[in-house]
Nanobody, 122 residues
Framework: VQLQASGGGLVQAGGSLRLSCAAS????????MAWFRQAPGKEREFVAR????????YYADSVKGRFTISSDNAKNTAYLQMNSLKPDDTAVYFC????????????????WGQGTEVTVSS
């Protein structure tokens, strides 16, 4: 599985961004895509995950109601739509993939893309 994240940038508080994760090799319903983020000086934390077929989305409490995770099988791409962004959302965002797990713990994800940086100014 190979993953490539994109879409980060600088946005003002209250604004929106959409992150994309182009995936190859993650094409069955057993594959789970997730987004994690890591702010400076902090541990990597779970943001959201979804089955590759678009089912069973799950979110961290901190982003619930503001972020939406989705997948487009035809484009082999997963997305993270981020609305109502806050300065606390500033971090490097990583997409990750795993098989046959609904874990929200980073070590349980075997495949990682490079990070894409999101900066939210106040």
């Amino acid at each position: 599985v190979q993953l490539q994240a994109s879409g980060g940038g600088l946005v003002q508080a209250g604004g929106s961004l959409r992150l994309s994760c182009a995936a190859s090799g993650c094409t069955s319903s057993l594959c789970v895509m997730a987004w994690f983020r890591q702010a400076p000086g902090k541990e990597r934390e779970f943001v959201a995950r979804i089955r590759w077929n678009g089912r069973d989305p799950y979110y961290a409490d901190s982003v619930k109601g503001r972020f939406t995770i989705s997948s487009d099988n035809a484009k082999n791409t997963a997305y993270l739509q981020m609305n109502s962004l806050k300065p606390d959302d500033t971090a490097v965002y990583f997409c990750a993939a795993a098989f046959s797990t609904f874990s929200i713990v980073p070590p349980n994800y075997a495949y990682w893309g490079q990070g894409t940086e999101v900066t939210v100014s106040s």
